[in-house]
């Protein structure tokens, strides 16, 4: 069978689809609808989908048929809380100390760990700070400039150890040193 066209209009030819994917529409030995990435050119939005889009980024309440969806999903996956988790949780909305989840301040994001201060200039808007910008603020004995980047030497972002902590500049001296030290890798 020869391979067919791309289906958004381009023209480009698409390939032999080797195995059956019921969810993406791909058959066995036939030819793809779409190049990779075309599948979505040209889509429109209808009113009713953008509305929908706009209200969940607008904090309005989950409708209750999918608040059940929900709950039975993570049934099946094991992972529904504790009767009682799930009382104090609702009874300590807001209070971060008294909440069942409340890991101490301190959470992991992209393999940083992150220490909860609201008040420091460089929060994220859930309150939580890189602890590595705060350790190297210490180090240095003032805060970072907006434009300054702190590197961590061994490559290891979870080894905040202040020797390991190094102030640069910006993010172009940053990329410098990355690229540095590919380099010397490399060679």
Known sequence: MES????????????????????????????????????????????????????????IPRPDWLKKQI???????????????????????GIREAHPSWRGGISWVN???????????????????????????KKIGRSLLPSEVVHHSDGNKANNDPQNLLVLSNQSEHLRLHHAQRRDKIC
């Open 71 to 93: 709950s039975e999903h993570h049934k099946r996956l094991g992972i529904k809380p504790s009767a009682e988790a799930g009382r104090r949780g609702r009874e300590n909305r």
């Open 111 to 137: 393999g940083y760990r992150c220490i909860y201060i609201p008040e420091h200039p460089r929060a994220h808007p859930n309150g939580y700070v890189y602890e590595h910008i705060l350790l190297a603020e």
């Open 4 to 59: 067919g066209l791309c289906k958004c209009g381009c023209g480009g030819k698409t390939t032999i689809t080797p195995y059956t994917d019921p969810r993406r529409g791909f058959v066995k030995g036939e030819p793809k609808k779409y190049l990779p990435g075309h599948n979505s050119r040209g889509a429109t939005w209808s009113p009713k989908r953008r509305l929908s889009g706009m209200k969940s980024l607008c904090g």
